[in-house]
């Protein structure tokens, strides 16, 4: 009776650990989903800022249109 109580509660300890690492390894895999899709909006963050600044950048250094200009286009 006491060796198929130990076993019962060798068992139940088992399938605990268990469960406990299935938990973590969800929650890692979550966390570095998070941080993937974090970097991906990130980057596409920083490749709109200087898409935009090359933009600007390129507006500053255009010449105002006169009206010659417009009559050569």
Known sequence: MAAEAVAIAAETIT?????????????????????????????????????AMAVMEALRHQQPLTLELLLQL
């Open 15 to 51: 399938a605990i650990v268990d469960t406990v690492a299935a938990t973590e390894t969800v929650i890692a895999t979550a966390a570095t989903a998070a941080a993937v899709t974090e970097a991906e909006e990130t980057a596409v963050e920083m490749v709109a800022t200087e898409e």
